[in-house]
């Protein structure tokens, strides 16, 4: 059975720096596949932040390139998140998602930006 599990979230000051991280379990083909990190602020849709295809290339929001970046670590089965000068707009559930067979899901880590 797939497994992602986020950690990293929390409370940050405006301008901060925080880094998330996904592990993926029982998943032998965590290094042939894309991972992702959405977010989702309250009363909005969830939307697609960053995502890093097996081959390590990266495609992020407008909203926050050049300052967040996506990685991974295929031989910890894990990807990363890391989030540097945030801002208030930046608050959100952040979820880890992996596009193996189906698209499986993390359940989600809060990150608050405080002013």
């Known amino acids: 059975q797939v497994q992602l599990v986020e950690s990293g979230g929390g409370l940050v000051q405006a301008g901060g720096s925080l880094r998330l991280s996904c592990a993926i379990s029982?998943?032998?083909?965590?290094?042939?596949?894309?991972m992702a990190w959405y977010r989702q602020a309250p009363g909005k849709q969830r939307d697609l932040v960053a995502l890093i295809t097996a081959s390590g290339s990266t495609n992020y929001a407008d909203s926050v390139k050049g300052r967040f970046t996506i990685s991974r670590d295929n031989a910890k089965n894990t990807v990363y998140l890391q989030m540097n000068r945030l801002r208030l707009e930046d608050t959100a559930v952040y979820y880890c998602a992996a596009f193996l067979e189906r698209l499986y899901w993390g359940q989600g880590t809060q990150v608050t930006v405080s002013s």
């Open positions: 029982g998943s032998i083909f965590f290094s042939q596949n894309t």
